[in-house]
């Protein structure tokens, strides 16, 4: 299949998408704290999907997932971005502790639109809780289908 890769493994096989010939992404932002039994599960669904970046804003006040230990790490001695090395050219994780802030969701959104994410064709904000329920296997192209059947230079 052109412009996807293959993963497999013991039990089933999950196709990936990867552009091939375009430069076009979908970059995906989130912040998080306190979520990483669950944050695998999450980046391993929407990169299935084809985002990429995944930026990881993590609000916690000691960079847990740079250098807090994976709870269901086989080595046990990891932290969650060293275990997920399998795509690290995916991922962006920034440290962004927000102490005594009203919003900082907002902020952190604000950040990756106007700078973490300023050179993606298309940005997604969302929490870490949501996943995006969709009956279209690759994001990217669908956003770019929908974007010059409506003759419209940005989606938000």
Same mark, same amino acid.
């Given at each position: ?7 497999? =493994? ?8 990867? #552009? ?14 306190? &979520?990483?039994?669950y944050l695998d599960e999450f980046v391993d669904f929407h990169y299935?999907?084809?985002?990429? #970046?995944? @930026? ?5 006040? =000691? *960079? ?9 790490? &086989?080595?046990?001695?990891? /932290? ?7 795509? !690290?050219? +995916? ?11 009203? *919003? #900082? +969701? +907002?902020?952190?959104?604000?950040? %990756?639109?106007?700078? =973490?994410?300023?050179?993606?064709? *298309?940005? /997604?904000?969302?929490?870490? =809780?949501? *996943?995006?329920?969709?009956? %279209?296997?690759?994001? %990217? !192209? ?11 230079? !940005? @989606? @938000?």
């Amino acid at each position: 299949m052109d412009g996807q890769r293959q993963l497999i =493994d013991d039990t089933k096989q999950l196709i990936v998408y990867k #552009p091939t010939n375009s430069t076009s992404n979908v970059a995906l932002c989130v912040m998080v704290k306190n &979520e990483t039994l669950y944050l695998d599960e999450f980046v391993d669904f929407h990169y299935a999907l084809g985002f990429s #970046p995944i @930026i990881i804003y993590d609000n916690s006040d =000691d *960079f847990d997932l740079m250098y807090g230990l994976h709870p269901f790490d &086989e080595y046990a001695y990891r /932290s969650w971005y060293e275990s997920r090395e399998d795509i !690290h050219e +995916h991922l962006r994780l920034i440290h962004y502790p927000t102490l005594n802030e009203k *919003f #900082p +969701h +907002h902020l952190s959104q604000v950040q %990756c639109i106007k700078q =973490d994410a300023a050179n993606s064709t *298309f940005v /997604s904000l969302f929490d870490a =809780d949501e *996943f995006l329920g969709t009956s %279209c296997v690759f994001v %990217c !192209h669908t956003l770019q289908v929908y974007r010059k059947s409506s003759n419209i230079s !940005h @989606i @938000i």
